[in-house]
Structure formats: C-alpha cells, structure tokens
C-alpha cells in the first residue's frame, strides 16, 4: 500500500467500482484505509475492534486525523469495551454490533478419536505472545498436575514465545502439554470438539474474545481472565469461571474445579452454546445490513 501512484490509484478504483457503501475495519490504521477514505466521495462505515490503555499513536494521531473521523457518517464497536477506547480519542456516535461466529463449523465438528482416552482435555487457542497469559496458564496447569489432575494441555497457535514457553515447560518438568503450532480452521474447530475446558488466559487489552464465542458454539465451559473484552461476552458462572488475570492460583483453582465436577462442565457447555447463536454470522451480518441502510438513508437525506 505504497508506492509513487498508490493515491491515484485507490481513486481510480473508487472511480471505477462506485461503490455505494465503504466499510472501513480501524480506519485509522496506515495506509491504505486513511488513503480510501481520504478519497472516498461515497458513504463511509468504520468497525472498530480495538482496546487497551493510554495510547500514544491515537493521542498524537488524533491531531491529524481528526479530519478523517469527520468523513466517517458510521461508526461500529465490536464491544463496550473497544466503543469506551476509542470514544477517548474520537468522540462519537458508536453502534455496538459484535463480532460473530460460524456456528456449524464448530456444532458439526468431529473430535480427534486419540484426544477421547479419558484424560481432560484443557485447551489454549491464541498468540503465543504474552498479552495472551500462556505463562499463566502454564504455571496453573503446573499446579493442577501436582493435585494430580489427569489432564493434558493442548496449546494451539504460534507466535515469538514458542521458545520461551517450551523451555518453561521442559526446565519444570510439566509433562502433557502438546504445542500443536498453527492449524486450519477446520483442525481448530476438531481440537474444540476434543476439548472439556476452555483457557482464554489474556492479561488486558481483548475488545471481544472471538475464541470464546468459538468455545460456547462448541459447548466447552470457559475458564477466562475476568477482563473488560470477556466479561461481556462469558457470563459470571453461566458458560464459565472468571478469574484475575496474572493469577495461576486462580486460574488454577478454577481449573480444579471445572476437573472435579463432570455435571458443571456439561451445564456450562450448554449455557454456551445456548448463548452462541446471539453471535451467529446470521444475526450479526443482518444487523450490519440494517445499519448500513440506516447510516445511507441518513446521508442520501441530508444531501436531498
């Protein structure tokens, strides 16, 4: 997205295609959705997903973008959480319409026959960075073990710990943690389908936490770190267990009791999967269908 003709270009699509709506995703994220919208003369929508703390490239950037934020006539927030962050920057009118999930990839999946031997099965799906938690994760399934809980870990994803988290794990001695790398979608949705537990151990900055709707679509019970993007999608000891985030205690004290207790693990499976279809594509595209008419009519009146 640069380049000496990349301006003239995007125009030159925009010429061509006259678009009626142009959905931006972070629309202030460089380059080429500042570039669009800079040349967009249609009606603009913007999702945001983000979320976290102070930022420095909103506060500076703000100055210069103001301008940009005045061309968007819709503005999305994929939850509370991403509508508060990005609210402090530019101040706004926001929709909070969630993001979804592809409810039969995960109801219809297979499990894996080697992962249904009797041992629980907790499963990871993430990064494997640190905002992720994994080293929590580790430390608590660590502790789990010594109450010995059968259990194995099944971490799916890749990431610039890998190393880091394999030596951790090789030094202590925590036997059953499988690393499986980064799979296909359909492999995700089989390691789910094998899974009795859910680990979303993230220390901050989540505005949504897709791999939860992935869980609860799957009907696993959720442990999850008691954190403003998770706590609006995982009810409080409905489809899962909060915990403080940067705690292995907690995290594996609710591990415990998820192991102990077959009946649990099933009613929170069921509440998850019961609450899933609240984030089915289905519903979620209807509802940006609809403000996408809604922020058009509004626009094509005012220009009437």
């Known amino acids: 997205t640069l380049g000496w003709r990349f301006k003239q270009q995007a125009r030159e699509v925009?010429?061509?295609?006259?678009?009626?709506?142009?959905?931006?995703?972070?629309p202030f994220v460089p380059?080429?959705?500042p570039t669009v919208l800079d040349a967009s003369t249609t009606v603009n929508i913007a999702t945001f997903h983000a979320f976290g703390g102070f930022?420095?490239?909103?506060?500076?950037g703000r100055r210069f973008a103001g301008r940009l934020a005045a061309r968007l006539h819709g503005r999305i927030a994929v939850s509370g959480a991403a509508r508060h962050f990005i609210d402090r920057y530019f101040a706004g009118d926001y929709r909070i319409i969630p993001n979804g999930v592809d409810l039969d990839r995960f109801t219809d999946a297979e499990p894996y026959d080697a992962l249904r031997d009797g041992t629980l099965n907790i499963l990871f799906v993430g990064r494997l960075e640190e905002r992720k938690g994994l080293i929590h994760l580790l430390k608590a399934y660590h502790r789990l073990r010594k109450r010995r809980v059968d259990a194995r870990l099944l971490v799916v994803g890749s990431g610039p710990k890998l190393?880091?988290?394999r030596r951790f794990t090789g030094l202590r001695g925590i036997r059953d943690v499988e690393f499986l790398g980064r799979v296909d979608d359909d492999a995700k949705?089989?390691?789910f389908a094998s899974a009795d537990i859910f680990c979303a151990p993230?220390?901050?900055q989540e505005s949504f936490g897709i791999v939860l709707l992935e869980a609860m679509a799957a009907g696993i019970p959720i442990v999850a770190s008691d954190i403003h993007g998770y706590k609006r999608v995982?009810?409080?000891g409905v489809q899962g267990l909060l915990v403080e985030p940067k705690n292995p205690r907690a995290l594996a004290a609710a591990l415990y009791t998820l192991s102990r207790d077959a009946e649990l693990r099933h009613d929170m499976g069921e509440a998850g999967r019961q609450r899933a279809?609240?984030?089915?594509?289905?519903?979620?595209?209807e509802r940006i269908v609809d403000y996408y008419y809604e922020i058009r009519e509004r626009v094509l009146s005012a220009r009437r």
Do not use: K, M
Not at 14 to 26: M, N, P, S, T, Y
Not at 277 to 285: A, G, K, L, N
């Open 14 to 26: 925009l010429d061509a295609q006259r678009f009626d709506i142009l959905h931006f995703h972070e």
């Open 31 to 33: 380059f080429l959705s």
């Open 55 to 60: 930022s420095p490239s909103y506060w500076i």
């Open 163 to 165: 190393r880091e988290y």
């Open 189 to 191: 949705a089989r390691y």
């Open 202 to 204: 993230a220390t901050g």
């Open 234 to 236: 995982v009810e409080r």
């Open 277 to 285: 279809p609240e984030f089915s594509w289905d519903r979620v595209t």
